[in-house]
Structure formats: structure tokens, C-alpha cells
């Protein structure tokens, strides 16, 4: 059984640019969060997708959206970035949504340059 | 705010002997508690859990201790072995049997296992 998938798993940008990173879950999977790990604050929230349904959002900014499609990919943007937002970003996926069945891909790392 | 706090940045312990990690909250919301596993290049691996009516949940090496008037979990690691060399996240849910879906991580623990 594949396991949940990032990509690209590394991208270079550049100040003022937008992002879009793209995650498959597991196959049956019809629940996507999105998290972004940084060394200083650790992993945070973005958001959680059901059913192309976003069910809960953390405490980002505006330029940070996301969007889930009928087969439960999901994708995260990120719109003029900043050099702040150089980070890990992580996808997890689980059946439902339950936090003790939900399986983390590989990340996307960003660099804002 | 941090709600979910690992004092630590890092541990080092002997192989054979016990690795403690601990974490504190802050959030009385919270009623699910989990460790994950993260190695350099992957995503966090789910290690262990327990709810809050809980105080104890042994998984073979592995037991996790809550005590709630604290706000405060270990994980406990016996014996420790290298391959359990890597950082361990502590993260927190609240009003998990119903519609939030959102862990609260701490900043990671660094576990060292020196052969």
C-alpha cells in the first residue's frame, strides 16, 4: 500500500512568488492536514480537508490556502512569500480524520530566497 | 503561546538503560495525547497515545505516563536501543471524539542512544 506523497520534496523560490505543494493520501485516505515545521516554533496547524471540505484552520495568514479535489489529493499555496515561510511542510492523511490513524509523507521543503 | 511544551532540546542515554522524555501542557482542553517519532528525511511516525481518562499506556518498549493535575506526560523508553535514535514529538488534541482535528506539537526532543 503507498504511503501519502509530497511533491516536489524540495523547491527553491524567491521572495514575492506563490507556491503550490501537492499531497496524494493514502489510497481510501478522505482526510488531509497540512502542518509547516520550523525550527523555531516547532510543527503548527494549517488546515484539515474532508471531502473537499476545509474542517478546521490554524492561525496562518491569508496567503496560505489550500484545497482538496474529489479524489482527496489535496494542494497547499502559498502566495507572496516570504522568507519566513522557509520551512518543512507536512501532509497527513487518515481515513476520517482521526489524529491516532493519521500517517505523515516526507515533506515538501520550501526555501524562500 | 506555546500549549504544548518540550523542555529538553535534547537526551542522551546508554543503550540498555531507560530514556524519559517529558512534556507539559497548558491547554486544560486537552483530552489526547500522542508521541511521534520523526528520523532526518521522513515525516513523524506515530509511536504512542492516551487519552485523558487514561494514566498509563504500555505499547511493548514503550509506556506513556499522564498525569493530569500536572499537565504533564512522559514517554519512557526501556531498554533503549540506537535505532531509537531521533526526534520525538510530543502533541496534543482536544475534544478529539468529536470535530477537531487539529494536533498541537511541541518543539521536538532530540533522543541520542550511544552504543
Known amino acids: 500500500k503507498a504511503g501519502v506523497t509530497q511533491t516536489p520534496r524540495y523547491l527553491i523560490k524567491t521572495r514575492g512568488q506563490q507556491v503550490t505543494l501537492s499531497c496524494s493520501p493514502i489510497?481510501?485516505?478522505?482526510?488531509v492536514s497540512w502542518y509547516q515545521q520550523t525550527p523555531g516554533q516547532g510543527l503548527q496547524f494549517l488546515f484539515e480537508?474532508?471531502?473537499?471540505?476545509?474542517?478546521n484552520k490554524g492561525n496562518f495568514p491569508g496567503r496560505f490556502s489550500g484545497r482538496q479535489f474529489s479524489n482527496s489529493r489535496s494542494e497547499m499555496n502559498v502566495s507572496t512569500l516570504e522568507l519566513g515561510d522557509s520551512a518543512l511542510y507536512l501532509c497527513?492523511?487518515?481515513?476520517?480524520?482521526?489524529?491516532?490513524?493519521?500517517?505523515f509523507g516526507q515533506g515538501t521543503r520550501l526555501t524562500v530566497v | 503561546d506555546q500549549q504544548v511544551k518540550q523542555n529538553s532540546p535534547s537526551l542522551s542515554v546508554q543503550e540498555g538503560r531507560i530514556s524519559i522524555l517529558n512534556c507539559d501542557y497548558t491547554?486544560?482542553?486537552?483530552?489526547?495525547f500522542l508521541w511521534y517519532k520523526k528520523y532526518p528525511a521522513e515525516g513523524p511516525t506515530f509511536l504512542i497515545s492516551i487519552s485523558s481518562i487514561k494514566d498509563k499506556n504500555e505499547d511493548g518498549r514503550f509506556t506513556v505516563f499522564l498525569n493530569k493535575s500536572a499537565k504533564h506526560l512522559s514517554l519512557h523508553i526501556v531498554p533503549s536501543q540506537p535505532g531509537d535514535s531521533a526526534v520525538y514529538f510530543c502533541a496534543a488534541t482536544e475534544n478529539s471524539g468529536g470535530s477537531n482535528y487539529k494536533l498541537t506539537f511541541g518543539k521536538g526532543t532530540l533522543l541520542t542512544v550511544n552504543p
Open positions: 480537508y474532508f471531502s473537499e471540505t476545509q474542517r
Open positions: 497527513a492523511s487518515s481515513l476520517y480524520g482521526g489524529v491516532t490513524e493519521a500517517f
Open positions: 491547554n486544560s482542553m486537552f483530552d489526547y
Open positions: 489510497s481510501g485516505h478522505r482526510s
